[in-house]
């Protein structure tokens, strides 16, 4: 049964970039290697990245085939809530793949996260930092602290029954992500804690995968005071709202 639904999926994985000239042909690599018996797609979408990294896609689409690496750019920086909106009206797959392009999700875990979709029939495969298995490399004391902060104040208000609420690296079931996509409202850091806990709320089967993420290799980590703050405030709306 597995091997024959495994045949039957399409896997879309979306990847939002913005300046990841450095990084977007290492991903690329890594997906395909281990990709290998999986139908599967990227979706690349690119904010107008003024450092190449879109003519780096043009060259991997020469390399790997314009139908496995789709470019779906937009003008400037829009957010990464309706990145995902655009790359899903790409997507042909029933499955999506959400990950970031700069590393910190080694694509070494997508089997994993295919995996236990098919043994469970989940809606929404997670990667966690935060169950035995599971870690974080390359960030300091204060860094690791303020997330486990943030994911134990979010648990203990919103009760998702999710052990990592802001991590972005997610295998979605299409239906169930254009439902959940559709009813959030948040941006930037606070969009992946909303979409999991509306997730919840609606009755979508959870299941999640430990996996190590690994701090920025190229380029600065986009987390400062502003999007703790964000995330604070996301925190209170979400408690008002779901």
Known sequence: MDAQQKQKNKYSIIVPTYNERLNISLIIYLIFKHLRDVDFEVIIVDDGSPDGTQDVVKQLQQVYGEDKILLRARPRKMGLGTAYIHGMKHASGNFVVIMDADLSHHPKYLPGFIRKQLETSADIVTGTRYVKGGGVHGWNLMRKL?????????????????????????????????????????????????????????????????????????????????????????????????
């Not at 920025?216 to 209170?236: M, N, Q």
């Open 146 to 242: 303020t997330s486990r902060g943030a994911n134990v104040l979010a648990q203990t208000l919103l009760w998702p029954g999710v052990s990592d609420l802001t991590g972005s690296f997610r295998l979605y079931r299409k239906s169930a992500l254009e439902d959940i996509i559709s009813c959030c409202v948040s941006k930037g850091y606070v969009f992946q804690m909303e979409m999991i806990v509306r997730a919840s709320r609606k009755g979508y089967r959870i299941e999640e995968v430990p996996i190590t993420f690994v701090d920025r290799v190229y380029g600065s980590s986009k987390l400062g005071g502003s999007e703790i703050v964000e995330y604070l405030k996301g925190l209170v709306y979400l408690l008002m709202t779901t």
